[in-house]
């Protein structure tokens, strides 16, 4: 489907240059002189590599038709993760480098959305909250100010978060998925 340069936003994927692209930034620019464009940062979904791009504002790009679907986490080997859809039953392996390092937030039974794009896999978006248990955390020192006085926590799954004082050992705390930042503790 074709869209105008103007319509551009973060999260989507656009077909470009033979490739999929997943938008990164965009900024609409009206300079004094000539035309507006829109600066779109890019990040190619198969080859891992960023491009710059500016479109006038009269161009149109190929917005990619993605279909996504619901699945539970099952569980993990050294490569790939696995997935079952709920109402039918199919299983579904993912490789460990398309999910990345938000992989050690899946969970068992955890409830996931993937989006295909010609039937292949190519992203899995989280929950935005999920329930981590800590497992180390620094000693927090006294006379810190308390607007900012964040210390580092090591998550049982091995992640390390930023998490405040009153934080212990062995508590459990919401963590907001999509910037692996602390929400509340349970």
């Known amino acids: 489907m074709k869209i105008n340069a103007g319509e551009i936003r973060v999260g989507m994927l656009l077909e470009y240059k033979n490739d999929l692209w997943q938008v990164l930034k965009t900024q609409h620019v009206k300079p004094g002189k000539g035309g507006a464009f829109a600066?779109?940062?890019m990040k190619s979904v198969n080859k891992n590599t960023k491009?710059?791009?500016?479109?006038?504002?009269?161009?149109?790009?190929?917005?990619?038709?993605?279909e996504e679907n619901s699945y539970n986490y099952l569980y993990e080997d050294d490569n790939n993760y696995f997935f079952i859809e709920p109402k039918t039953f199919e299983q579904l392996e993912i490789k460990k480098i398309i999910i990345g390092e938000k992989g050690k937030l899946l969970s068992e039974n955890l409830e996931v959305l993937i989006s295909f794009f010609n039937d292949s896999p190519i992203s899995v978006e989280l929950p935005n909250q999920v329930n981590c248990k800590i497992e180390s955390t620094d000693v927090a020192l006294k006379g810190q100010t308390v607007s900012s006085s964040y210390k580092p926590a090591i998550l049982v799954n091995g992640l390390s978060v930023?998490?405040?004082?009153?934080?212990?050992?062995?508590?459990?705390?919401?963590?907001?998925t999509r910037n692996l930042e602390y929400i509340k503790k349970i």
């Open 39 to 41: 600066q779109v940062e």
């Open 162 to 176: 930023q998490v405040p004082p009153f934080i212990e050992a062995g508590d459990e705390i919401v963590l907001d």
């Open 51 to 66: 491009l710059n791009e500016r479109f006038r504002s009269n161009e149109t790009v190929e917005k990619a038709s993605v």
